[in-house]
Structure formats: structure tokens, C-alpha cells
């Protein structure tokens, strides 16, 4: 990071799914001075959920989740380890919440919570149904749950308590409305919930104490795509990318436009991360492209969860003439140009 011209980032170790990958979750205890603790799990369509190191490409462990009716592998839209009870994880599948102990390989949950009692009953205010394809986790141990459904829940104890209560994410004003929560966030004070959605440009903010209610929207976001787009939040700051290869910085509750921005990659920014310490921000690009292959056969299609095409992680981009970006990028934000500069497109 001191050096004064650019270093090429090379992948210390790189595995190899069997299928394609639907989410992934880091143990949150990771140090490198602790090389065992440096563990990830993933979640891949048609197989058992697999632990790996980040060290090296070997399966170290998995874990079953199957539909009792098919007997199929269900592949969970998203995982979460819970920072205090890390020998435990939880898997979001359709309409289900799905708790794993670490410690149990080759099993399956020792606990699972349906979201809705079945496909046919009605969503009510304690019940919601569809992909669970977002899950947060407070220090007061509350887990929020979102679904492309644009259901968000709220469940005590990390999950295993009472439900705290379910909303629907509205469709007022209709430009502000996505098409299925793709991730959630919690503030610091976790009395504010952030909600990213598919095909939407902004991101909203929930006070949950009065569950239901939008206190701010944070415009620009420049994601109208199907493709999901991972934003982060630090002291207030929220920092994510867009469709057109720039990252912005919005403050927080204020709502609002952007107050800095920046052209970082010459393609979809996928995720910004925003190191603990603050001012070095990591972020990635890349898209699906089908460049003279057979679009209809290429196009996106979920899996696993039974979703539709509509729930697929990526759009397909077929103009040539869009640029191959798929990158990795680590940058230094000067105090100039901080998360609390109002200058706009200022590149750090």
C-alpha cells in the first residue's frame, strides 16, 4: 500500500466449485496469525454446503441440506456466521431458515425455521415467503432476513427466538422500487436497517423501532441490474459501485445524492468493501458476457431454490463493444477525499 506505483494483485489461492456458487460466508474470526481460522463456507447448486479454507482448495467439510419431499440438494441463497457463536452457521433457502453446527459434518440442520407454514398460505405480519436471498446480524442478536419477494424479517436469539415481525418492502414512490432484497445491512446503533435491492437505484434505510418505516433513501446508485451489486457500511458512510464502473459514498441516514464518487473499474462494480480501520476501499468488477455465443441458450437462470429466471445473479450483456473489466482493486482514500468530502468524482 506504500508504494508509490501499482501492484498487481495475484490470488494466493484459488478453488475450484463443482457447480456454480450462490453465496459464500467468511468465519468473522479470520486472523492471519491464526492460519486455521482463515475458513469460508459456500453454498453450490445441486451439492451439500462445502467448508474450505482460504488457504487451500481442499474440502475440509459439508453439509446437507435437502428437500424432504425430492430429495434434492437445496442450495441456499445465502449464509451468515454468527460472529458470537461461530461453531454455528445459517443458511437462507426458499421460505426456510436453515441452522448448521460446524462441529457436525456430513449432517444436516439441527434446526430449521419455515418462513411461512406453507407455499400457500397467506404472508401475514409474522410470516413471509420466497427466496431468502439476504441475511444481517446485530450485535443484540437480532437476524433480519430478506427475500426476493421483498419481504424483510426480523427473528430474536440469531434466528432460533420469536419473530420480532415481517414487512414488505413498498412500491411507493415506483422508481424507488427494486425487484428483490439482495442484501441488509445494520447500522451501529442497529436501530437502522439499510436494504439493497435488484434492479433498484437507491438504498433505502428502515428505523426498526417502528418496524415498516422508510427514513431515507440514498439515490444514484446506478444498479438497475439483475445482478448483484454488494455495498458497505462504516461510522455512517455507505460506499458501493454502479453499472457504469463508479463507486459513491452516501452519508448514512441523511439520505440523499452522493457526497463523493469515483471511476473505478470500465465495467459493473460487483462489491465495495471498506477496511475497519477506514480510508482503503477494495473493490471488484466484472458481468456475463455472450459475445457470438447463443443468447437464448446463455441467458441467466437461478437454481437450487427453484427460482426463476428473474432471481438470476447476473444480466447478460450482449454489445461487443462493452469492455472485458473483471477485477480486482484496492484503493487509498486521502482525508481530501474522505467519506466526508463533498467533491464529487474526485479519484483517489
Known amino acids: 500500500m506504500l508504494s508509490p506505483t501499482l501492484t498487481p494483485l495475484t490470488p494466493y489461492c484459488t478453488t475450484a466449485l463443482p457447480s456454480r456458487c450462490y453465496a459464500t460466508a467468511v468465519y468473522p474470526h479470520s486472523s492471519l496469525s491464526v492460519p486455521e481460522s482463515l475458513l469460508y ?4 447448486r445441486g451439492g451439500p454446503i462445502r467448508l474450505h479454507s482460504l488457504l487451500h482448495p481442499s474440502l475440509l467439510s459439508s453439509y446437507r441440506l435437502v428437500n424432504a419431499h425430492t430429495e434434492a440438494h437445496m442450495a441456499p441463497h445465502s449464509l451468515l456466521i454468527p460472529s458470537g457463536s461461530p461453531h454455528t452457521f445459517v443458511a437462507g433457502s426458499d421460505s426456510q431458515l436453515s441452522f448448521f453446527d460446524v462441529n457436525r459434518s456430513g449432517s444436516g440442520p439441527v434446526r430449521a425455521l419455515r418462513t411461512i407454514p406453507t407455499r400457500r398460505s397467506p404472508a401475514t405480519t409474522t410470516t413471509m415467503k420466497g427466496l431468502v436471498a ?13 427475500t426476493n419477494t421483498r419481504h424483510v424479517g426480523l427473528y430474536a436469539a440469531d434466528g432460533t427466538g420469536d419473530v420480532i415481525g415481517v414487512f414488505c418492502v413498498p412500491d411507493d414512490p415506483p422508481d424507488e422500487a427494486g425487484g428483490g432484497v439482495s442484501q441488509l445491512l445494520w447500522s451501529a446503533c442497529e436501530r437502522y436497517l439499510y436494504i439493497a435491492e435488484r434492479r433498484s437505484d437507491v438504498v433505502s434505510v428502515y428505523d426498526i423501532r417502528n418496524t415498516g418505516l422508510r427514513v431515507a433513501s440514498l439515490r444514484r446508485r446506478a444498479a438497475a441490474t439483475n445482478q448483484r451489486m454488494a455495498v458497505s457500511l462504516l461510522d455512517g458512510e455507505l460506499v458501493g459501485g454502479g453499472m457504469d464502473g463508479v463507486v459513491r459514498i452516501w452519508r ?72 472485458w473489466d473483471n477485477s480486482l482493486k484496492i484503493w487509498e482514500i486521502p482525508k481530501a477525499h474522505g467519506p466526508h468530502s463533498s467533491a464529487e468524482d474526485k479519484e483517489p
Open 252 to 323: 448514512g441516514e441523511e439520505g440523499g445524492e452522493p457526497v463523493g464518487a469515483w471511476k473505478a473499474h470500465d465495467d459493473v462494480v460487483t462489491a465495495a468493501a471498506v477496511h475497519p480501520f477506514g480510508e482503503i476501499v477494495a473493490t471488484c468488477s466484472g458481468s456475463r458476457k455472450t459475445f457470438g455465443l447463443d443468447v437464448g441458450r446463455s441467458s441467466g437462470s437461478g437454481g437450487g431454490g427453484g427460482s426463476s429466471s428473474d432471481d438470476s445473479d447476473e444480466d447478460t450483456v450482449m454489445d461487443s463493444s462493452i469492455p
Open 41 to 44: 463456507l459456500a453454498s453450490c
Open 134 to 146: 439476504a441475511l444481517a446480524l446485530g450485535s443484540a442478536r437480532v437476524l433480519a432476513a430478506g
